[in-house]
């Protein structure tokens, strides 16, 4: 099975500041989806960005951007001028063809945004 | 509804009772999806449902964990006996079956079990 690794239990940014979120994966596809969700205390978890496989360039969402480097199977995301609003949760996941369409998820980053 | 409904959003109940979670998907979404997420930690995959074909049962972690999802609409998780080691939110998502579309997600049921 597919495995998704997100190596950084919990890291902080000041507010106005950039602050990357590392993931990587574990797959023999070729063709996969890749996204971040971010869950804050509500516990509603909330899609932030998805990436295909496919596409060279890296997917971006206004504040959010990936990148997505295939051959390393990297997948971080990068969040600028960062907001109280942001601090959360943010988990990885990975979406696999072969098996079923199946979601697989990283471990979460509990992201704490300094006023 | 708009979105992922699940029922009840909060439940304590006494060690050694059965519990049945609910959850109403999207309209619409073949793909249904229900995950254990113990306080602080990441997503535990449990049971997985993709339209008619045989669920994923993988993640149960014991015979007394059980799903059933009737075609494409509600699923039920029941516990049964629970313990106080079953205490957490359990998470139920939905999708369509393309790769391209992401999982929406209900806002939870935290179980306590004293």
């Known amino acids: 099975a597919q495995t998704v690794t997100q190596s950084q239990p919990e890291m902080s940014v000041q507010e106005a500041e950039t602050v990357t979120l590392s993931c990587t994966y574990d797959?023999?596809?070729?063709?996969?989806?890749l996204f971040w969700y971010k869950q804050p205390p509500s516990r509603q978890m909330i899609l932030v960005i998805r990436?295909?496989?496919?596409?060279?360039q890296n997917a971006t969402e206004n504040r959010f951007s990936v990148n997505f480097q295939k051959a390393a199977k990297s997948f971080s995301l990068k969040i600028s001028d960062s907001q109280l609003g942001d601090a959360a949760m943010y988990f990885c996941a990975y979406r696999s063809r072969n098996t079923g369409n199946q979601f697989y998820f990283g471990t979460g980053t509990s992201l704490t945004v300094i006023p | 509804g708009a979105g992922v409904s699940q029922s009840p959003s909060n439940k304590v109940t006494e060690k050694g009772k059965d519990v049945e979670l609910r959850c109403d998907p999207i309209?619409?979404?073949?793909?249904l999806y229900w995950y254990r997420q113990r306080l602080g930690q990441g997503l535990e995959f449990l049971i997985y449902?993709?339209?008619?074909?045989?669920?994923?049962k993988s993640g149960l972690p014991s015979d007394r964990f059980s799903a059933e999802r009737t075609g494409e609409s509600v699923s039920t998780l029941t516990i049964q006996r629970t313990q106080q080691e079953d205490s957490a939110v359990y998470l139920c998502?939905?999708?369509?079956?393309?790769?391209?579309?992401?999982?929406?997600f209900g806002q939870g049921t935290r179980l306590t079990v004293v």
């Open positions: 998502a939905s999708s369509f079956s393309t790769l391209n579309t992401e999982a929406f």
């Open positions: 990436q295909e496989a496919y596409k060279q």
């Open positions: 797959t023999s596809e070729s063709d996969y989806y």
């Open positions: 449902f993709q339209g008619n074909s045989a669920p994923d």
């Open positions: 309209s619409g979404h073949t793909a």
